[in-house]
């Protein structure tokens, strides 16, 4: 009997067992991004709504609370800016770093020796007042970047893991801010005559001559020329790590240390020196902080600003035009939160709602990118198979 090509040869009637899989278009997948994002801050917003619920409170109320102490009125526009300025110096230092590799998460403490270093300049320095400015500020930003060469050292040294070294360093650095303040040899303020003897652990009040220029005042709009300093920094350094040869090297080594020195690329030094500029934003960040806005140091001069700074690193994945808005977002949240307590609900629920949104802006690449990740590998088993038949 006779057969039919089918049977003579079945690869001609054999469909492919798993047919090709299509590419997403650009637009597919910028709608699926932003369907996400809507998604995923809508969730998060329904989440802090029940929470406010739950503690007796009115999510109406809450939210027109934090809009009002951040953005209604010059005044308040113009504290949520000065908010803003730290996150952006702080994030943008976090994102070279980390994309060279080194993930640094010790802002806290080089943020703080950077204030730390700063006002011992402002404070025993005589000098002209933007002279005093200029040194109080390279003063902090050199600070920093000796704490997190501390970090480096131990990494090429010891070889001791920088999250680690970076995160102990952080305690370090607040026990000496703390000492350092408690020593009228140092930093404490002096005791006024006729005064109890000891004073409060902080530092003096900068002289007008050492603080940053503030046009403007509450509740009038105004907002340090910190701003100027933290856009510069951003277009500049936005420009280096996208165009030039060090941007470069600096990307190599964080996708592929051994690629990279095999190219020539000298690792530790491109690694290490990101490690360094990273902290001395953050060391630059305590310092404007110390000169715009705060004016002396002590005990928890930080006020959380260098994990806001971790987080809206976190937030802008890899994109350091970004931060600006991210940044903005950080500063409406902390001066809004500040309004809470006139709504009857904790202020810390500020803090909730913030952590809350900024994993709704993580969630959405992080999820497209596994499913991207799983697209891929589904085409490469499917191209196998047809191979193999």
């Known amino acids: ?3 039919g090509p089918a049977l003579l040869h079945p690869r001609l009637s054999r469909e492919p067992p798993h047919p090709p899989l299509l590419e997403p278009s650009p637009r597919s997948k910028a709608a699926r991004l932003v369907l996400l994002y809507i998604v995923s801050i809508l969730v998060a917003l329904v989440i802090t709504a029940i929470l406010v619920i739950v503690v007796g409170g009115s999510p109406m109320s809450v939210f027109s609370a934090i809009y009002r102490g951040s953005m209604d009125g010059g005044g308040s526009l113009g504290q949520t800016l000065d908010a803003s300025i730290p996150v952006v110096i702080v994030a943008l230092g976090t994102l070279i770093a980390v994309r060279a590799g080194m993930f640094n998460i010790g802002q806290t403490g080089q943020l703080t020796m950077g204030a730390t270093a ?4 402002a404070l025993n320095i005589d000098a002209p007042g933007p002279v005093l400015v200029v040194l109080a500020l390279l003063g902090a930003t050199a600070a920093g970047a000796v ?3 501390v970090a480096a050292g131990l990494r090429i040294w010891r070889r001791i893991d920088v999250v680690i070294s970076t995160l102990l360093l952080n305690y370090v650095a607040l026990q000496l801010l703390a000492y350092t303040v408690s020593k009228q040899s140092l930093l404490q303020e002096p005791t006024p005559p006729g005064g109890e003897a000891g004073g409060l652990p902080q530092s ?3 002289p007008g001559s050492a603080r940053l220029p503030h046009p403007g005042q509450y509740p009038s709009f105004g907002v340090s020329i910190g701003v100027v300093v933290a856009i510069g920094l951003v277009v500049m350094l936005g420009v280096l790590l996208s165009r030039s040869r060090w941007g470069t090297q600096v ?4 996708c592929n240390p051994t690629a990279s020195r095999r190219f020539g690329v000298k690792v ?3 690694a290490g020196g990101a490690l360094l500029i990273s902290g001395a934003l953050a060391g630059l960040a305590g310092g404007v902080m110390l000169t715009g806005s705060v004016y002396r140091v002590q005990a928890g001069f930080d006020n959380n600003f260098g994990n806001d700074g971790l987080l809206a690193a976190l ?6 035009w970004a931060l600006l808005p991210v940044a903005f977002f950080f500063g409406v949240i902390r001066t809004g939160g500040n309004f809470l307590l006139s709504t009857g609900v904790p202020d810390y629920l500020s803090q909730v709602l913030e952590g809350l ?3 709704a802006a993580v969630f959405p690449p992080v999820y497209l990118e596994r499913r991207e990740w799983a697209r891929r590998l589904r085409s490469a088993r499917s191209a196998v198979m047809r191979s193999a038949t």
Request: aromatic residues 6%.
């Open 315 to 320: 937030v802008v994945r890899d994109q350091p």
């Open 268 to 270: 530790a030094a491109v």
């Open 1 to 3: 009997m006779s057969r």
């Open 147 to 149: 704490w997190a060469g």
């Open 251 to 254: 990307r190599m080594v964080g």
């Open 204 to 206: 003096a009040l900068l």
């Open 118 to 121: 700063g006002a011992f300049i």
């Open 357 to 359: 949104l900024v994993l």
